[in-house]
């Protein structure tokens, strides 16, 4: 079982700064951890995810260049810088936990899952 829990969110204007932090029980050195989030009245989206080992990243186009993922195992936390960020960034971001890193992009495949956090980019 792991127990995840997301904070981080609030409300920044566009091109501000934010970082996410999702912190795990469990056996999260095990897992492979994903962000995802679902805007207004849209559906939920992948976002990024980070391998067990931290050694290997994916993320959505629309957030290359500008989001990183990170993790760090001494303190079961994971992280998601966000920069530059845009008013269609605005979402709910939720973090997720899986087995392996296939599918890392595919909400049916991973198991776990925090409460989210609001994200709130204004013009």
């Known amino acids: 079982q792991v127990r995840l829990v997301e904070s981080g969110g609030g409300l920044v204007q566009a091109g501000g700064s934010l970082r996410l932090s999702c912190a795990a029980s469990g056996r999260f050195s095990a897992y492979t951890m994903g962000w995802f989030r679902r805007a207004p009245e849209k559906e939920r989206e992948f976002v990024a995810a980070i391998s067990w080992s931290g050694y290997s990243t994916s993320y959505t186009d629309s957030v290359k260049g500008r989001f990183t993922i990170s993790r760090d195992g001494g303190k079961n936390t994971m992280y998601l810088q966000m920069n530059s960020l845009k008013p269609e960034d605005t979402a709910v971001y939720y973090c997720?936990?899986?087995?392996?890193?296939?599918?890392?992009?595919?909400?049916?495949?991973?198991?776990?899952w925090g409460q989210g956090t609001q994200v709130t980019v204004s013009s």
């Open positions: 997720a936990a899986k087995d392996g890193y296939s599918d890392y992009d595919a909400q049916h495949a991973y198991d776990y």
